[in-house]
């Protein structure tokens, strides 16, 4: 069957399908609806961009507003990329994050975390496929739990952040994610929170935390309101990921 990422999409509509593309196109809708299963675990593949990631049920369906980003290499906010040189990626899941910063900062070394051992193992695919498996080192560990005392450059997460209400409604496609992927605890900010507590630690100076939240904004900031939280435009608006420096968390020095 003919795959392209989404961008590629209007250019195929002068494509006619095959006898057999057709068949198979069938099998899959008739399948996506029946079971409601998400798209990317019926294709095992998902699209950041023009990034192609390997994707079943073991990890959530790679998505994330911070892949967008990192297409601009975290401009204006990272000035000089080549001085980025090591990076951690939390609750890294599918490794998509963990690719995206290797990609874009060539000069960094990439730590990349997960607390599943089964989401792991379909990071360590994505790895490969891209040949990175010298450059970015995956472990399995709760967020910062055991970690080297290494001072990054750059911290991203794309943690849980359902809130316990939302989970009991989720429409039936998330449903076949991993529940460890998308409970957010009581309101969403359980796994937020222990980020931001802990992050100053294992930042240099100057160091960031990129960190998305879904449509928490304002919740957040209201759990920490002396937080001067930077948050940059996404294709879904200024409330799903937020940046702060070291010297802006909590436990910093200058706080």
């Keep these: 069957m003919l795959r392209l990422p989404h961008e590629g999409l209007a250019q195929s509509l002068a494509y006619e399908l095959t006898a057999r593309e057709r068949s198979s196109a069938a099998r899959l809708i008739e399948e996506r609806v029946r079971t409601r299963r998400p798209l990317a675990y019926l294709l095992k593949e998902a699209w950041l961009g023009e990034y192609r990631f390997y994707a079943d049920e073991r990890v959530i369906v790679p998505r994330s507003?911070?892949?967008?980003?990192?297409?601009?290499?975290?401009?204006?906010?990272?000035?000089?990329?080549?001085?980025?040189?090591?990076?951690?990626?939390?609750?890294?899941?599918?490794?998509?994050?963990?690719?995206?910063?290797?990609?874009?900062?060539?000069?960094?070394?990439?730590?990349?975390?997960?607390?599943?051992?089964?989401?792991?193992?379909?990071?360590?695919?994505?790895?490969?496929?891209?040949?990175?498996?010298?450059?970015?080192?995956?472990?399995?560990?709760?967020?910062?739990?055991?970690?080297?005392?290494?001072r990054y450059d750059l911290i991203v997460a794309n943690p849980p952040y359902v809130a316990a209400t939302a989970m009991r409604t989720l429409p039936p496609e998330y449903r076949h994610e991993p529940r460890l992927a998308l409970d957010g605890g009581r309101d969403g900010l359980e796994i937020t929170r222990r980020i931001l507590l802990a992050a100053g630690d294992f930042l240099r100076p100057r160091g960031l935390l990129v960190v998305e939240i879904g449509r928490d904004r304002r919740k957040l900031e209201r759990a920490f309101s002396r937080l001067p939280f930077i948050w940059p435009e996404t294709s879904a608006g200024y409330d799903c990921v937020f940046i702060l420096s070291r010297e802006d968390l909590p436990g910093s020095p200058l706080q």
């Design 65 to 150: 507003f911070i892949a967008e980003l990192l297409r601009e290499r975290l401009a204006p906010w990272v000035s000089r990329p080549p001085k980025v040189r090591r990076a951690l990626d939390l609750c890294t899941g599918s490794g998509c994050l963990a690719v995206l910063l290797a990609l874009a900062f060539p000069r960094a070394r990439v730590d990349a975390t997960d607390i599943s051992r089964s989401a792991l193992a379909v990071a360590r695919r994505n790895l490969n496929a891209y040949r990175l498996g010298r450059r970015v080192r995956l472990s399995r560990r709760d967020l910062f739990a055991g970690l080297r005392p290494v």
